[in-house]
């Protein structure tokens, strides 16, 4: 992506999912995190989004697998996710964190069709 290109909120949600990656496996702390995604949602042209990233390794694209068709809807990783609800309803006193039931829902029921 060109450093000049204006950003789109598509391009937001990827950038804060991959900072929920980072926070969810350690690298990042609480703070650190809320300060980024601060930072993200902010951010205007793609240059923007590269200091908040700077320390931090870039994940590689994921590749689709091979006999398996792409879904519509893809499976979330549960603990970042439900960590960052919970995080959200604490910082808005909205109560997010009932997401989880659903999204915890939508894991078993993922697991349930693989194996068939």
Do not use: K
Not at 31 to 54: N, S
Not at 63 to 82: I, K, L, T
């Amino acid at each position: 992506m060109n450093p000049e290109t204006r950003l789109g909120d598509a391009d937001r949600d990827r950038a804060a999912a991959e900072l929920v990656e980072h926070y969810a496996e350690g690298r990042l702390d609480a703070e650190e995190h809320a300060e980024r995604l601060d930072a993200i949602w902010t951010a205007r042209v793609a240059a923007d989004l590269e200091p908040i990233f700077a320390d931090l390794p870039r994940s590689a694209p994921e590749r689709p697998s091979r006999g398996r068709r792409s879904a519509g809807w893809r499976r979330v990783p549960f603990v970042p996710v439900a960590a960052l609800l919970i995080v959200l309803s604490i910082v808005t006193h909205l109560p997010f964190w009932i997401l989880i039931f659903f999204i915890g829902c939508g894991q078993f029921t993922h697991r349930a069709h693989a194996r068939a």
